[in-house]
């Protein structure tokens, strides 16, 4: 059974720093890019950020460039989100997902198959 698990979220106030981390199991996902994306109340989930199968290339959502860092531990099927200098509108429940493609980067939600349940950020201003 393939799993993704999500921690690290929580309450931070404006400024602060939150590390997300997404264990994967079940499978291995070396040949695939892995995203965070997150959903806020009412809102469609959108995509936050992707990393390459290999780790050398990334993706950012405009708001969050120069802000959050992901990358990624292939020997422990783990990927990782820093976010620094947070907003309260970065405010949502993140999410960890693996694409179902190899070898692409790809910030299009639909590419991606593999899900985790979501960890929560609330950012306090």
């Known amino acids: 059974q393939v799993q993704l698990v999500e921690s690290g979220g929580g309450l931070v106030q404006a400024g602060g720093s939150l590390r997300l981390s997404c264990a994967a199991s079940g499978r291995t996902f070396g040949n695939h890019a892995m995203g965070w994306f997150r959903q806020a109340p009412g809102v469609d989930r959108e995509f936050v950020a992707a990393?390459?199968?290999?780790?050398?290339?990334?993706l950012y959502e405009d708001s969050v460039k120069d802000r959050f860092t992901i990358s990624r531990d292939r020997a422990k099927n783990t990927v990782y989100l820093q976010m620094s200098s947070l907003k309260p509108e970065d405010t949502a429940v993140y999410y960890c997902a693996a694409d179902s493609g190899i070898y692409r980067l790809s910030k299009r939600l639909d590419d991606y198959d593999y899900w985790g349940q979501g960890t929560q950020v609330t950012v306090s201003s």
């Open positions: 990393v390459s199968w290999n780790g050398r290339s990334t």
